[in-house]
């Protein structure tokens, strides 16, 4: 899965769009939340990274008028990702918070060199 983005979601609502293990991050957010949002669901099991390649795909995805809240899901963002998404002032549900760059998760990922 790359990414799902439901748009004009009721906030009520997010609880219920949301993997199981999100549902109670979903409910402590919900006072943060305005009536109506856009919920974009990442590759969200708790060791997928989430980098800034993939935010960006799905943000150009979105109409650039739109001002809806956003509402991210994933398994850990990258802080690349997460400084993108701040600029959008998004709401985080994610399963891990450990500070990898899109750099490091890509050298782990292919094996530095020796």
Do not use: Q
Request: a positive charge.
């Amino acid at each position: 899965m790359k990414f799902r983005i439901d748009r004009n979601v009721k906030s009520r609502l997010i609880k219920e769009r949301v993997p199981t293990e999100y549902k109670s991050l979903a409910v402590a957010s919900e006072v943060e939340l305005p009536d109506v949002c856009t919920l974009i669901t990442f590759p969200h099991n708790r060791k997928d990274v989430v980098k800034s390649s993939l935010v960006e795909k799905a943000l150009k995805k979105i109409n650039e008028g739109s001002n809806e809240k956003l509402v991210v899901v994933g398994g850990c963002f990258s802080l690349e990702s997460v400084e993108i998404l701040r600029s959008y002032d998004a709401v985080f549900l994610t399963l891990s918070d450990f500070p990898w760059t899109d750099e490091r998760h890509n050298l782990i990922k292919s094996g530095e060199p020796r």
